[in-house]
């Protein structure tokens, strides 16, 4: 690569099915490091880059047995081990008395799980994406379709790159500097 380091090359497209289209075309020629923005979802680009299911409902999952586990053991411990007292003649582990603060804190420890696992496997918080030094990638919240191939890609070079994306006959290709 001549000249400065850069963040990758992005090309600009119109519509939905052009954007899906060179997704796949891109992902089908080796490139893995790609990103796309769209200003709606498009249905089938998520796996057309490559985007593998995220790990979020499997760490929600254990957040929330850790919460069931310690609201349960929480109270077993204050009412048989620490504090034990007859109430009513009951057993000291009377767990249905136990059930509200243990649906509690299994719902609580599993939503503060999830909000935390999706902003660190995101890479959250990024006020700054290298993409928005593209003037044109206003428009990518509004009426434009992008597609970013990073120049971390293995298989990134940045003039066989360019005619790549050429190929897909966009409206554009930018450079996106850091």
């Known amino acids: ?97 136990f059930i509200p603060i243990t649906f509690e804190l299994t719902i609580l420890c599993a939503g503060l799980t999830a909000v935390v696992s999706m902003l660190l496997l995101n890479g959250f918080p990024r006020p700054y994406n290298p993409v928005f030094n593209v003037a044109q990638f206003e428009h990518a919240t509004r009426d434009k379709f992008f597609l970013c191939i990073q120049a971390i890609d293995p298989q990134f070079d940045r003039e066989e790159t360019e005619r790549f994306l050429e190929r897909l006959h966009p409206k554009g290709v930018y450079v996106v500097d850091h």
């Open 1 to 97: 690569m001549n000249g400065p380091p850069i963040y990758g090359l992005m090309a600009e497209f119109d519509t939905p099915g052009e954007i899906l289209d060179s997704a796949r075309s891109a992902h089908a020629a080796g490139y893995r490091n790609i990103d796309a923005y769209s200003p709606f979802p498009v249905e089938g680009l998520a796996p057309a880059i490559g985007v593998r299911p995220t790990r979020i409902p499997l760490l929600v999952l254990i957040g929330g047995i850790i919460g069931c586990a310690g609201g349960f053991f929480m109270q077993y411990y204050a009412a048989v081990i620490a504090y034990p007292l007859n109430v009513g003649g009951r057993p000291l582990n009377s767990w249905p008395s």
